[in-house]
Nanobody
C-alpha cells in the first residue's frame, strides 16, 4: 500500500522557517523522485522541489531557490521506506499554501503530470 504522509506545517511569521517531513513507503523508490508541490487558494498546483531517490539530484522552482532545501534522511532510509525533508527559510506570505508530498516519475522533471502518488497535504500559512 502506497503511503506518503506529510507533517510539519503550521503558522509562521514572514521571515521565519519551517521544516516539512514526508514519510514515503509502498512503492519502488528507484523509479521515482520524491517531490513537494503546493497549491495556494485560487491558484493551480505547482512543483516546488524534488529529489531523486536514485542519485539525490535536486530540482527547485525559481521562486524558492536559495530559500528552500530538500534533503533525504539517508540514515533512516531503507529499501521500503524513505523520509524526505523540505527546509523552508525566509518564508514569505506568498509561500502560503497546502504543501503536498508526491512520488514523481524520474523522467518528468518534477512536473505534476509525472506524479503517480500524492500525500494528503499539510497547510503552511505565512502571516504576521
Amino acid at each position: 500500500q502506497v503511503q506518503l504522509v506529510e507533517s510539519g506545517g503550521g503558522l509562521v511569521q514572514p521571515g521565519g522557517s519551517l521544516r516539512l517531513s514526508c514519510a514515503a513507503s509502498g512503492f519502488t523508490f528507484d523509479f521515482y523522485a520524491i517531490g513537494w508541490f503546493r497549491q495556494a487558494p485560487g491558484k493551480e498546483r505547482e512543483g516546488v522541489s524534488c529529489i531523486s531517490s536514485r542519485d539525490g539530484s535536486t530540482y527547485y522552482a525559481d521562486s524558492v531557490k536559495g530559500r528552500f532545501t530538500i534533503s533525504r534522511d539517508n540514515a533512516k532510509n531503507t529499501v521500503s521506506k524513505h523520509t524526505v525533508y523540505l527546509q523552508m527559510n525566509s518564508l514569505k506570505p506568498e509561500d502560503t499554501a497546502v504543501y503536498y508530498c508526491a512520488a514523481v516519475d524520474l523522467g518528468s522533471s518534477c512536473q505534476i503530470l509525472g506524479v503517480d502518488y500524492w500525500g494528503q497535504g499539510t497547510q503552511v500559512t505565512v502571516s504576521s
